[in-house]
């Protein structure tokens, strides 16, 4: 059985950091790229951040860039998102999900459009002002 299990969400001030975990079984950790997604009420889905397993490179959404670093234990099957200098926007449910590997040309370009065979339950990240 396929598994992501986020944790690590919760409130926090403004200025404040959050490192959020998931951690995969049920599939070859180093034959996919995980991602973290969000989603606030109202709003479309967006992609934060990826990291490729295989080659650890790392992918990030315009609106979290130089404040959040994505990572990967491979011995625990278990990605990491640390997120610092939060803002009450970046309050959302955050998921991780896994796709399988694709190209680095692929990955450049549309991360956060492939196809996303895994996902979450979510984890809550508020930020307040």
């Known amino acids: 059985e396929v598994q992501l299990v986020e944790s690590g969400g919760g409130l926090v001030q403004a200025g404040g950091s959050l490192r959020l975990s998931c951690t995969a079984s049920g599939f070859t950790f180093e034959d996919y790229a995980l991602g973290w997604f969000r989603q606030a009420p109202g709003k479309e889905r967006e992609g934060v951040s990826c990291i490729s397993i295989s080659d650890g490179r790392t992918y990030y959404g315009d609106s979290v860039k130089g404040r959040s670093t994505i990572s990967s234990d491979n011995a625990k099957n278990t990605v990491y998102l640390q997120m610092d200098s939060l803002k009450p926007e970046d309050t959302a449910v955050y998921y991780c999900?896994?796709?399988?590997?694709?190209?680095?040309?692929?990955?450049?370009?549309?991360?956060?459009?492939?196809?996303?065979?895994?996902w979450g339950q979510g984890t809550q990240v508020t930020v307040s002002s």
């Open positions: 999900a896994a796709a399988p590997r694709h190209s680095r040309s692929i990955m450049v370009r549309a991360w956060s459009q492939v196809k996303y065979d895994y």
